[in-house]
Each structure stands twice: as structure tokens, then as C-alpha cells.
């Protein structure tokens, strides 16, 4: 339990910072407006926002004048999970609000985009080409037949072509859906052929590690493989002709069109996100504009603190949820920082670097980005001018003490640190940044507006200092309006829904303490989540499982103590095979060339057999918690097991573990 004395906080607000902040005018207004308590700060903000919840959520839609060209009947018109329906009625659009700086005469020549390459050179766009460019794009995807509800893909790293495709896509009404370069042909025909789009954009390449990365056989593949495309639109990112068949980027972005919003449904469906196939293919997670819209308004315009004055820059690829979250910036006016290359290049002080040039006031990254700087000795406020930055977050795994610990020394003592946890699935957090809250070691500052965020046990009872599962238990207008090709809702229901009910459980160990704030512990399910990139198993097993010599795989990723992150990968050969150099060598080349670099595995372990179920699944989560300590009787049911015996050696594998570092 946590004790009643609460420790001193790593950092505190002072009173001006507090006053200054939106989340505190918010509460003043929404007092005076809507009832809101006008006193007990947050902790009394946040309870209002969930026992009145359509309240709250009409007073977000309000305080942020969202333009609703039909009005809304109700806020919630069903809050049963899953499929609570909200402001039924309403029509809108996102990519108009992106966009609705550029009609302020005193921003238009401002940057809505500051563009960086490893380089580290920044280039601006600002807020009239941006809208000029999507005008063009979106008129020119009318008249290839996009029409309201068609998907339109990405293959695109982190350049400004990859926002305007997705503004003019959502302006369009069509759905759009991207994965980044780094990811092989079968990763995203694993995702694009699910939901059939009809356009892809793409690029013949990218750089990465100051390296050129060619990327034109892949396309190839892909528009061989998606029957459905009308249209390729190509951008030479290394400076290659389109191939046949295929437009060109400047082609299609050089008219000059007012743009056109279609007014859609409020949950019309703005971007499918994919979960990372841990038991099959990845799920395609269905959006809304108007879920998204409101969701990330109170996101980044009152809990990280965002307007018309800052920077924003978060390191992600057009794979992770965080890049379209990152985009989101433009909603509150902010201009967004992309930065397209690697993190740690030419050295692991890259990304400060980036934001010392592109002068971010909140900067967002990987908590294993925070602890690799701290093990290579980086001394970010010695070396750089960070003197803009109010905000560090970080997501991705949770961020260790150690590491909250070095941004404090190392780049600023007066420095909001905010540790944040979400979902792909929500695409926003659960619980994470509040500017007028203090921060303590280890914890994130407390639940987010309007999400009644809690910690249960295995029979659904509330916990508080002990650590539970993650559920959610009021819908939230994020939420999934669906999965594509989940006709009947099936998977949409087990995958959140099947422990408990009506209630959103999404597969984190927490604590909530007695003061609010929450400690995340790491995944409960088996999810490979590798710097911020999230991979399901399956996607490394029919990789790995191609290769001859290889009966059968088991890969678990394993968050360390420490803030590590420990990936290994167990296989079972086949009789006469041996796991020498050789075949080491191929298994991780096919990894990083099939799948992601960034799931090359840490170790990979010659194993006696793989342990499954009596009806045949792979026994993924019991091994995890066999690696992180667990005993045996307690890791696993054993009659749920094809074969005890073989879970032993994993049970040993910890025991050594703690003796000493496994190789390989």
C-alpha cells in the first residue's frame, strides 16, 4: 500500500504557472458555464468530468468552438461499451479544424510545419501553403473517385507530403491508414490489404542512419498486391522518376483550390490504426472524426498545454498513433515539428539537438530514448539552449526512476516531465500529463478528463495502492467506432471487453495511489512494444518460421527494472539443425528485412519445445511472467498446458538470468 505520508515531488508548478495554464481558465469557465467546481483543482475537475460526463464533453466541444454545421441531438446518446454513441446528428470535419489558422490574416504566413531530416536543417510551411496544398490534393483525389468512406493509404516516413495526404484524405471524407518505409512488404500488406484502399501514396525511399534506404521493389510488391488501388501517387524522397503508372506528388499538389470539407457524421470514420497481431493479423482499429476531434482538443489544448505560441515535436514514425496525435497539433494552433530519420543519429544527443533548432516548447519521446541518453552520459542542458522546452514526455513503455531522475539533472530542474500511457486504441492517453499538477519519481501526475481510469482485480474490485488491471469504465469518444471486417463486433468485444463486461480493460498492470497519480507496470498481455513501435508475435513467428531450420518460435518482450527492454527469442529446431552463427545471422537479417529493425531480437535461445495450450495457442504470457520471477503454480493454470515440463526450463532460464546476462 502506498503510506499516507506522501514523498516531496520531483517537481512542482509555481503559482503563475498554474494561473497560466488552459486547463486552469478551463475550469474557471466551465464553472461560471457549466457547473464545474471551482475549487478542489483537478482532483475536483476530473471527478466532475466523469460523473458529468455529457456535461463535460459538451463543454470541451464548446470551450473549443467546434464547428458543427448540423447540430448534435445529444452528447451521448447510448454510453453502453462497446458502441456508445455520441452526439448523434452532428456533422463536421476534421481536417477544417486542422486548418482553421490559416484563415487567422495574422498567422497565415506563420509555420504550421517545421520539416527535419538528419540533416538537422529545418524547413518551414506555413499555414496558407499548407491549406493551399491540401485544397489541391483533395480535389485532385474527387477526381480520381475518392469518395466518403473509400481508404487511402500511406507509405510514408515522417515528411510534410504525409500530413497534407492525411488532412486532404479526411477533408475528402475518405479514410485514411499508414504505415512507415521501415516496414516490410508483408507487414503492411498484412494491414493495407485488410481494408482495400483505393490510393497509396509512397515514397521510393528514405534515409535513416545516414544511409539511403531504397524502397522501389517494395512498392512494386505492394501495388501488386493491393488489386484495389485507382492511383499511385509517388514522392521522390531520393529523387527518382514516378514509376509507370504512377502520378507525381507535384502533379497533384500544384493547383490552387479553396479546399472543400466534407460535412460528415461525427462518427464518420477518420483513420484505421492497427493493433500489432499478436494472435493473427494486426486488428484494424476504426476511428472517428468527431471522437478524434474531441479527444485530442482536450488532449493537447488542456492537458499538454498547447497553443498558437509553441513548438510541438514527438519523435515518431507514421506507424505508431503517435504521429497522428503529433498532427493533431494543428487543432490548437501550434506548429508541429516532424522530424523524418533516426533517433540516435549522428549520435544518441540527436533528437535534443532537433529540439534545441526547432526552439520545442514540448518535446515527446521514447522512455527508451531517456535511458539510453543517460547510459551514453548526454548532457542535454550543458550542451544545448533548451531553455523553450516546458514539457518532456514520454511514452512508449513506462518511464523508469532513473529516468526521471536525469531529465530533472540533465536538462532542466524547473522541467514538467510528463510520463504518459495510452493506446493505439484509443489514440490518446489514459492517464499522464496535467500542468498544474506536481510530479513524483516513477508516477504519472493522474487520470485524464473524462476517463474514469481505474485499477481492478481479477473479480472487478477497485484497488488503490496495489496493482491491478487498467480498465476504463465510461466510454470515452476515441474509443473504436469499430474494427474493419469485424462484422458482427466479435473481436471488437474480446479484445476489450470479454474480462469484464461493459468495462474497457486494455491489458496494463497499474497502480493508482492515494494521491491520484498512477504507476504503469507494463504490458499484461504480450504485446512487443519496442521503442514506441508495437509488433504482435505472429508477425515475428511467420517470419522466423519460414527459414528451414526453424520447427517453431517463441518471442516474448520483457520490461526490466532497470528501463531496459528485453526481447528474446526462443526457438525450437528441427532434428539436425544447430543454432550456430550462420543461422543466427539469417534469423535476425529476415527480422529486420521482413519486418522492423526494431524487432531484431536481443538473444535468441535454442529451446527444447514450445508450450501451448490444450487447444493449440502458443503459451506467450505465463513465459513472461515465468522470465520476470513468478513461480510456476502461480505463472500458469497447469491444466491449461499441452506440456508442464516444458515451461520448467523458462522457469530455470529466470533463476540464471539473475546470475548473469544471457548471450548468444
Not at 164 to 171: E, F, G, N, Q, V
Not at 446 to 475: F, H, M, R, Y
Not at 624 to 633: D, E, F, M, S
Request: glycine share 8%; aromatic share 10%; net charge negative.
Amino acid at each position: 500500500m502506498t503510506s499516507a505520508a506522501s514523498p516531496a515531488p520531483l517537481w512542482q508548478p509555481d503559482p503563475d504557472r498554474i494561473a497560466a495554464a488552459r486547463i486552469t481558465r478551463f475550469q474557471s469557465w466551465a464553472a461560471e458555464r457549466y457547473g464545474a467546481p471551482a475549487q478542489g483543482g483537478y482532483a475536483a475537475l476530473h471527478r466532475w468530468s466523469v460523473d458529468e460526463l455529457e456535461t463535460f464533453w459538451r463543454a470541451v466541444a464548446d470551450w473549443f468552438d467546434v464547428r458543427f454545421s448540423a447540430p448534435y441531438e445529444r452528447v451521448l446518446a447510448d454510453p453502453a461499451m462497446p458502441g456508445a454513441q455520441w452526439f448523434p446528428g452532428a456533422t463536421l470535419n476534421y481536417a477544417e479544424h486542422a486548418l482553421r489558422t490559416a484563415e487567422d490574416p495574422a498567422r497565415t504566413h506563420d509555420a504550421a510545419l517545421l520539416h527535419v531530416d538528419e540533416t538537422h536543417e529545418t524547413t518551414p510551411i506555413s499555414w496558407s501553403e499548407l491549406r493551399r496544398q491540401v485544397g489541391a490534393l483533395a480535389a485532385e483525389l474527387r477526381a480520381l473517385g475518392v469518395r466518403p468512406g473509400d481508404r487511402v493509404s500511406g507509405y510514408l516516413p515522417n515528411i510534410p507530403q504525409a500530413v497534407t495526404a492525411l488532412l486532404a484524405t479526411a477533408a475528402v471524407g475518405a479514410v485514411w491508414t499508414s504505415c512507415a518505409p521501415d516496414f516490410g512488404a508483408r507487414s503492411v500488406l498484412d494491414r493495407f490489404q485488410q481494408v482495400e484502399p483505393v490510393i497509396l501514396f509512397t515514397v521510393d525511399g528514405y534515409r535513416y542512419g545516414g544511409k539511403e534506404h531504397d524502397r522501389t521493389e517494395t512498392v512494386a510488391e505492394l501495388r501488386s498486391e493491393l488489386p484495389t488501388l485507382r492511383a499511385v501517387i509517388h514522392i521522390p524522397l531520393l529523387g527518382t522518376e514516378a514509376p509507370a503508372g504512377a502520378l507525381d506528388w507535384s502533379a497533384v499538389t500544384s493547383g490552387d483550390t479553396e479546399p472543400v470539407f466534407e460535412q460528415v457524421p461525427f462518427d464518420h470514420p477518420l483513420w484505421v490504426l492497427y493493433s500489432s497481431g499478436t494472435t493473427g493479423l494486426p486488428k484494424a482499429i476504426v476511428q472517428s472524426q468527431g471522437g478524434i476531434l474531441l479527444e485530442h482538443f482536450k488532449q493537447l489544448g488542456l492537458h499538454c498545454d498547447l497553443g498558437p505560441e509553441d513548438r510541438f515535436f514527438w519523435y515518431t514514425s507514421t506507424g505508431w498513433m503517435m504521429w497522428n496525435f503529433l498532427v493533431s497539433g494543428l487543432l490548437t494552433g501550434t506548429t508541429v515539428v516532424l522530424y523524418d530519420g533516426s533517433p540516435g543519429y549522428p549520435d544518441t544527443g540527436a533528437q535534443w539537438r532537433i529540439a534545441e533548432r526547432t526552439e520545442a516548447t514540448l518535446f515527446g519521446t521514447s522512455a527508451a530514448y531517456v535511458m539510453a541518453c543517460r547510459k551514453a552520459e548526454v548532457h542535454p542542458g550543458r550542451d544545448h539552449d533548451l531553455s523553450r522546452i516546458k514539457c518532456v514526455a514520454t511514452t512508449g513503455s513506462p518511464l523508469p526512476p532513473d529516468g526521471f531522475r536525469w531529465l530533472h539533472d540533465e536538462v532542466a530542474e524547473d522541467l514538467w516531465i510528463a510520463s504518459v500511457s495510452g493506446g493505439t486504441d484509443v489514440c490518446s492517453c489514459f492517464a499522464g500529463a496535467v500542468p498544474t499538477l506536481p510530479v513524483h519519481i516513477g508516477e504519472l501526475q493522474a487520470a485524464c478528463l473524462g476517463t474514469d481510469l481505474q485499477s481492478w482485480d481479477p473479480q472487478g474490485k477497485p484497488l488503490i495502492g496495489e496493482v491491478g488491471e487498467l480498465v476504463v469504465t465510461n466510454p470515452m469518444p476515441s474509443m473504436p467506432i469499430r474494427f474493419w471486417n469485424d462484422p458482427d463486433g466479435s473481436r471488437y468485444r474480446d479484445s476489450y471487453f470479454e474480462m469484464f463486461p461493459g468495462v474497457w480493460r486494455h491489458g496494463d498492470w497499474i497502480t493508482i495511489t492515494d494521491r491520484g497519480s498512477v504507476i504503469i507496470h507494463g504490458r499484461s498481455d504480450s504485446t512487443l512494444n519496442r521503442q514506441g513501435v508495437r509488433m504482435g508475435s505472429a508477425d515475428i513467428y511467420e517470419a522466423v518460421e519460414r527459414l528451414p531450420e526453424i520447427k517453431e518460435s517463441l518471442v516474448i518482450g520483457l520490461e526490466e527494472p532497470d528501463g531496459g527492454y528485453w526481447m528474446p527469442l526462443f526457438v525450437h529446431l528441427v532434428d539436425g539443425a544447430s543454432l550456430d552463427d550462420g543461422l543466427r545471422a539469417r534469423i535476425k537479417q529476415t527480422i529486420r528485412e521482413e519486418l522492423s529493425p526494431r524487432h531484431v531480437p536481443d538473444d535468441i535461445i535454442e529451446v527444447p519445445g514450445v508450450p501451448h495450450t490444450l487447444t493449440g495457442k502458443r503459451i506467450e504470457v505465463p513465459v513472461k511472467r515465468l522470465l520476470q520471477g513468478t513461480a510456476l503454480a502461480k505463472a500458469v493454470n497447469p491444466g491449461s498446458v499441452d506440456n508442464l515440463e516444458l515451461l520448467r526450463f523458462y522457469e530455470e532460464l529466470a533463476r540464471t538470468r539473475k546470475a548473469g546476462p544471457t548471450g548468444d
